[in-house]
């Protein structure tokens, strides 16, 4: 069974910075996408980063410049470190990934973590 933990979330000043890091542990033969997701309160989910397996990245524009997303393929980890946090920056963070197990691909997320950005 494919698991995604999360870990490195919790409260920092604005202007300061934490570092998100998921490890995808089970029985996988690939990850192709991994990516950061995040829900503030009363608002939907949306894409905060993604690195496809090759290295390429995408960004939410208001975190362009800010945050960066990287990747250890050997270690099946995804890092999000966050830079000149924002308050508007708070909300609950999600890992997930495109795994590629036994001859399919299937999206997993992981559990969560909470950022908070006092002003």
């Known amino acids: 069974q494919v698991q995604l933990v999360e870990s490195g979330g919790g409260l920092a000043q604005a202007g300061g910075s934490l570092r998100l890091s998921c490890a995808a542990s089970?029985?996988?033969?690939?990850?192709?996408?991994m990516a950061w997701y995040r829900q503030a309160p009363e608002k939907e989910r949306e894409l905060v980063a993604r690195i496809i397996s090759g290295g390429s990245t995408n960004y939410a524009d208001s975190v362009k410049g800010r945050f960066t997303i990287s990747r250890d393929n050997a270690e099946n980890t995804v890092l999000l470190q966050m830079n000149s946090l924002k308050p508007e920056d708070t909300a609950v963070y999600y890992c997930?990934?495109?795994?590629?197990?036994?001859?399919?691909?299937?999206?997993?997320w992981g559990q969560g973590t909470q950022v908070t950005v006092s002003s």
């Open positions: 089970g029985n996988m033969l690939s990850i192709n996408v």
């Open positions: 997930n990934a495109l795994i590629k197990v036994q001859s399919t691909f299937r999206n997993y």
